[in-house]
């Protein structure tokens, strides 16, 4: 079964997909904007998505890397210091839990923030080639 992260990292992948593929058919520049935007968005919440699972898959073998009978859990000749703490970091990791959150939350600020700028960047070039027209 996929987990939230997993989902959501080929949810991001599709629409990444679905948004290249409709590239040609956006003519209009304010919604080249839009398309730039929500293909910064996807990509970006994505690729996050992708850091938080390499980290988390990382941290998990490391964890594992203490197993020297390779029964599946740490024993009690086998706990260490280190092993503690790699365990703990495990187990207490909730950045992972909330990671589809927390990447959909910072991807679309960043992406309206570009968004808000990109339409200004438009609008000012729209208006300065239409100005020059006009002379």
């Known amino acids: 079964m996929l ?7 080929l949810l991001g992948l599709f629409a990444v997909l679905i948004i290249l593929l409709a590239r040609k058919k956006v003519q209009n ?16 919440y994505a690729a996050i998505l992708i850091i938080v699972e390499i980290r988390w898959h990382y941290l998990k073998q490391h964890a594992l890397s203490f197993d020297l009978d390779q029964n599946g859990f740490v024993d009690l000749h086998e706990y260490t210091e280190e092993a503690k703490e790699a365990m ?7 950045a992972r839990g909330f990671a589809f959150l927390t990447a959909a ?14 339409l200004t960047v438009t609008h000012l070039r729209l208006k300065k080639t239409k100005k020059n027209t006009y002379e």
């Open 3 to 9: 987990g939230y992260n997993e989902i959501g990292i």
């Open 29 to 44: 520049p304010y919604a080249r904007s839009i398309w730039r935007s929500a293909l910064l968005c996807f990509a970006f």
């Open 88 to 94: 703990n970091r495990i187990t207490m990791d909730t």
């Open 105 to 118: 939350a910072l991807s679309s600020i960043i992406a309206f923030a570009f968004l808000v700028s990109d």
